[in-house]
């Protein structure tokens, strides 16, 4: 998601499944270098796939939220309302 600044604040709850494949896409990012140092294919596989389960289980758990913000706006007040709404 690209970063713009917003004419108005507004939180949106992100679905679990999308909130499961940006967590994943997320810290697959930090990991990349570190696998593509690694010789070995089968535990970077491995740690790929226990990567996603856990970005899964999150997104099970935590709700996840879209801010857009104005650079003058109160966003926090949206994400209060949106996290009140969410638990």
């Given at each position: ?30 990991m990349r270098r570190y ?53």
């Open positions: 998601m690209p970063y713009n600044i917003a004419k108005v604040d507004r939180v949106t709850l992100i679905k679990k499944s999308q909130a499961a494949v940006l967590t994943f896409e997320s810290s697959a990012e930090i696998w593509s140092l690694s010789s070995r294919e089968d535990l970077a596989t491995e740690q790929r796939l226990k990567l996603f389960n856990n970005a899964v289980e999150m997104s099970k758990r935590i709700p996840a939220f879209q801010l857009e913000a104005r650079l003058d706006g109160k966003f926090w007040e949206e994400m209060g309302k949106a996290i009140n709404l969410s638990v």
